[in-house]
């Protein structure tokens, strides 16, 4: 129960250095004479913490970091995690130049929560001498030969003694890469932090280049703001055009619905059918049978054939053909026809025709 309450306190709070009094009384309490093989800590049957070990710069702490380290943290169960952090010195010499100074890589990993103690100064190698100070049981690092002056590996004789455990290297991510970004972006990132209010000089960048990235930087800015302008005006020429387009769309309904299509439909239907077919002659007698109106004409015939004969006997001339006298029957049928055919015509004929019968009378 207090191993957790001290656990979840760890937890909420950065790990102490190894010179500090939380560190020291961690160490005192550790019975290093208890040594503990790897099965044993694979087991879980310890009678105390197991104390594993893991070095490196920490350079830039990303997940790459802090993935090794929590792999170190549960390689076995209950385990205090001590993490080593080289100095700016050492490492200049030894690896070269870093982004962060020790102080901030200190402070990086100290507050990783898988780190229980952090060790400052580290040494490149490890001597038997700071294995037995810190109490190790075992180093973890990745399982790659660590190349350097006069050896192939530096973990070697650790290897050896059974002291070694392996951890997974995180692919695509590591210092190198990060810094290779950098510099691969380069103009782009000191326009940034020029934006951002930091001077030339603290850039180390010249006058002319600095007059260069605020130009750019002022042209994206203007372009960025053409682009929100010219979108908040698509936004309202299609919101305009939503709204017409529902007025278009109720209009045409109101046109073109079904009630007026089928009213439209009727009447280019009868304008087609009184095209094609135009209307008929008056209807009347047409073989001496009553016409429209229901007039009787049987006088008006009789009338005008006697004063047909009239006409002909007076002149001498149509009276008779080769002497003889026409049959009043024929005469009658040819008068009849005649006057058929004058009732077939248009009104104004027809009354053309009444004038001439009454000149006729008159003449008579």
């Not at 002319?208 to 002022?218: G, Y």
């Not at 698509?234 to 209009?251: A, H, L, N, P, Q």
């Amino acid at each position: 129960m207090c191993d957790k309450i001290e656990e979840a306190c760890t937890i909420c709070k950065p790990a102490p250095y190894s010179h500090d009094e939380e560190a020291m009384l961690e160490r005192d309490r550790c019975d290093y004479t208890q040594r503990i093989t790897y099965q044993m800590a694979r087991s879980g049957q310890t009678t105390r913490r197991v104390r594993v070990y893991a070095d490196g710069i920490y350079d830039l702490f990303h997940q790459g970091h802090a993935r090794q380290l929590m792999q170190a943290k549960n390689i076995f169960p209950n385990v205090y995690l001590i993490v080593g952090v080289c100095n700016d010195e050492l490492t200049h010499r030894m690896k070269g130049r870093t982004v962060m100074n020790g102080f901030e890589r200190y402070e990086g990993v100290r507050h990783c929560r898988y780190v229980d103690e952090i060790v400052q100064n580290a040494p490149w190698t490890l001597s038997d001498e700071f294995i037995a100070d810190n109490k190790i049981d075992f180093v973890a690092h990745d399982d790659i030969p660590y190349v350097t002056d006069g050896m192939d590996d530096i973990y070697a004789p650790l290897k050896a003694r059974g002291m070694f455990v392996a951890t997974e290297r995180t692919e695509g991510v590591s210092t190198s890469d990060i810094v290779a970004r950098i510099v691969k972006d380069y103009d782009l990132y000191v326009r940034r932090n020029l934006a951002r209010g930091y001077s030339a000089k603290e850039l180390n960048v010249s006058f002319l280049s600095e007059k260069k990235f605020r130009l750019q930087n002022k042209m994206d800015e203007l372009k960025s703001r053409g682009k929100r302008e010219l979108s908040k005006v698509k936004v309202d020429i299609i919101t305009k055009w939503e709204e017409k387009s529902r007025e278009f769309i109720d209009t045409f309904l109101l046109l073109f619905g079904r009630e007026n299509l089928n009213h439209l439909w009727n009447e280019s239907k009868g304008k087609l059918l009184q095209a094609l077919s135009p209307p008929g002659s008056p209807s009347g007698s047409v073989n001496g049978d009553d016409t429209e109106g229901g007039e009787d004409y049987s006088e008006t015939i009789d009338e005008y054939l006697e004063m047909a004969e009239k006409l002909s006997a007076g002149s001498g001339s149509s009276g008779s053909l080769n002497g003889k006298q026409r049959p009043k029957q024929k005469r009658s049928s040819l008068a009849r026809r005649s006057y058929q055919s004058l009732q077939s015509r248009s009104p104004e004929l027809e009354a053309n025709g009444d004038e001439d019968a009454e000149y006729e009378r008159r003449s008579d």
